[in-house]
């Protein structure tokens, strides 16, 4: 099994910052990538970002490009999300998950989750 636990959501102003964490426990070794994905109330969860363990590549939505960043750290198997420039458009619950192949912007395709941080921005 694996355990995904998400961290450092919460209320900032339009044109702020905040870094998500998300520190993966239990079986990672066989785990392709990682990514985060959000969900805003009424909407379909979307694909945000993803990054390959090895080598480092990383994907993401155009709707975040040049604004957000994702980074891994493979001694703690630990990977963030850089939020810059935020927009209210971007208050979702963000969710990371794990891939041991498959699509990368494809949410069915990952196999464990997260529990989940909000993340609100006001206008």
């Known amino acids: 099994q694996v355990q995904l636990v998400e961290s450092g959501g919460g209320l900032v102003q339009a044109g702020g910052s905040l870094r998500l964490s998300c520190a993966a426990s239990?079986?990672?070794?066989?785990?392709?990538?990682m990514g985060w994905f959000r969900q805003a109330p009424g909407k379909e969860r979307e694909f945000v970002a993803t990054i390959r363990w090895s080598g480092g590549s990383t994907s993401y939505a155009d709707s975040v490009k040049g604004r957000f960043t994702i980074s891994g750290d493979n001694a703690k198997n630990t990977v963030y999300l850089q939020m810059n420039s935020l927009k209210p458009e971007d208050t979702a619950v963000y969710y990371c998950?794990?891939?041991?192949?498959?699509?990368?912007?494809?949410?069915?395709?990952?196999?464990?989750w997260g529990q989940g941080t909000q993340v609100t921005v006001s206008s």
């Open positions: 239990g079986r990672t070794f066989s785990s392709h990538a």
């Open positions: 998950a794990l891939r041991s192949g498959g699509r990368y912007y494809a949410w069915n395709d990952y196999d464990y």
